[in-house]
């Protein structure tokens, strides 16, 4: 067998589901706390390509694994014959979908007023949903080995690459910076309205369950809170509670980020004063 085939096999293996806060989950959590701490350590002066770079290669390795999962979910074989059936219900526009298509993004478009956009998404919104993922994996975890690694680094590396990008300066830990990535998260949600309505209008919501950003009225939530939310109260105040909900978790990753800069600011003030 070549060695892709190994490594398909290896992928297409099962394993034990894995349970929150054991040896997988822990071990994935060290790894995207390190990975982020790697790219800081190899940041060297204000390098804006440099910066792009790395974003983009993160992007494109999420993009190659979720090409992986649409594979492994969509064909089956079967007794020696390969069947084909698209698994609506992952498709790729989820909240933790974004950063690739964001990165991506990030990484083509040179600097400036839509690339800063984009960068303070991936360094505010997507750390939430990121950061949500990673410490409270209650429903992402499956026996196939190769999609339960794909959800690991899909949602780790929106932590490291938080890290890296406030790290390198390349995104301002200021208050403004929700500002800017706010648009990126309405154009997101749009683009989930729109999606929604045509899963229903086919009929694709009666043989699947097909929510993006989980905010669609005809399917039933599955949030946490959101779902308790969307049933009471009119769609058009449910959504707005959505996106001012998400926006505050997002801004508080913020300003998570402007306290650890404000001690890293005072500790090496200190350090500096004791020098002279």
């Known amino acids: 067998m070549s060695f892709l085939g190994s490594i398909i096999e290896f992928l297409d293996t099962s394993m034990t589901t ?4 054991g040896w997988f989950h ?3 959590l060290v790894i995207s706390i390190a990975f982020g701490i790697l790219l800081c350590a190899l940041h060297k002066g204000v390098d804006p390509d440099r910066v792009r770079r790395t974003v983009l290669a993160v992007a494109i390795t999420v993009m190659v694994l979720e090409i992986y999962k649409f594979f492994n979910f969509s064909f089956d074989y079967t007794d020696g014959a390969v069947t084909f059936d698209f698994y609506w219900s992952s498709f790729p526009w989820q909240f933790c979908s974004m950063p690739m298509y964001v990165g991506l993004l990030a990484g083509i478009i040179k600097r400036g007023r839509v690339h800063d956009s984009l960068c303070a998404f991936l360094a505010t919104y997507a750390v939430f949903a990121g950061a ?3 410490l409270y994996p ?3 975890f499956i026996e196939a080995i190769g999609i339960n690694i794909q959800t690991m680094v899909c949602h780790g590396s929106m932590i ?3 890290i890296y990008l406030y790290y390198s300066g390349h995104v301002k830990a200021e208050h403004k910076t929700i500002l800017k990535a706010l648009p990126v998260f309405a154009a997101a949600i749009l683009v989930a309205i729109v999606l929604n309505e045509i899963g229903y209008v086919s009929g ?5 369950y097909f929510n993006m950003f989980y ?3 005809h399917e039933d939530p599955h949030l946490p809170v959101y779902s308790l939310i969307q049933p009471l109260v009119p769609y058009p105040l449910s959504l707005v509670i959505y996106i001012i909900g998400f926006t505050l978790a997002a801004y508080v990753m913020l300003l998570l980020a402007m306290g650890i800069r404000a001690i890293g600011t005072r500790v090496a003030n200190k350090v500096r004063a004791t020098r002279k």
Do not use: D, F, K, Q
């Open 215 to 217: 905010i669609s009225p």
């Open 204 to 208: 694709l919501c009666e043989e699947y």
């Open 160 to 162: 490291s690459i938080g």
């Open 138 to 140: 209650s429903s992402v």
């Open 18 to 21: 894995p349970t929150m806060y």
């Open 26 to 28: 822990i071990l994935w």
């Open 132 to 134: 949500a993922v990673m």
